[in-house]
């Protein structure tokens, strides 16, 4: 079974960088993002890691994630059908 975080400073590395190591990370973090405000800025701290490590495959999910999660409503919608931290981790793992 994958454990929670354990520190306070794998919190801080799992939401501010694209470094999940687990799954149970991903889907914390896919919940963070619903958040109205948090999740974009979340966002964006990882697209730029994502951009500064070259993952381009990363960077365009989240490029994507924060394109859809703007408008009202339809954000909703696009965090639910497309959990970006989550796919990004599979395909990590792959």
């Known amino acids: ?4 975080p354990k520190s ?10 694209t470094e999940q190591r687990s ?13 109205p405000v948090v999740g974009e800025i979340a966002g964006l701290i990882r697209l730029a890691d994502s951009i500064e490590k070259k993952d381009f495959t990363r960077a365009l999910l989240e490029f994507g994630d924060l394109v859809l ?4 409503g339809i954000g909703d919608v696009s965090d ?3 959990p970006t931290n989550i796919i ?3 395909l990590k793992k792959k």
């Open 88 to 90: 990004a981790y599979l």
């Open 8 to 17: 306070l400073e794998d919190v801080i590395r799992s939401i501010a960088t």
């Open 23 to 35: 799954i149970v990370e991903a889907v914390l973090n896919d919940i963070l993002d619903a958040i």
């Open 69 to 72: 999660g703007f408008p009202p």
């Open 80 to 82: 639910i059908l497309t």
């Open 1 to 4: 079974m994958e454990e929670l």
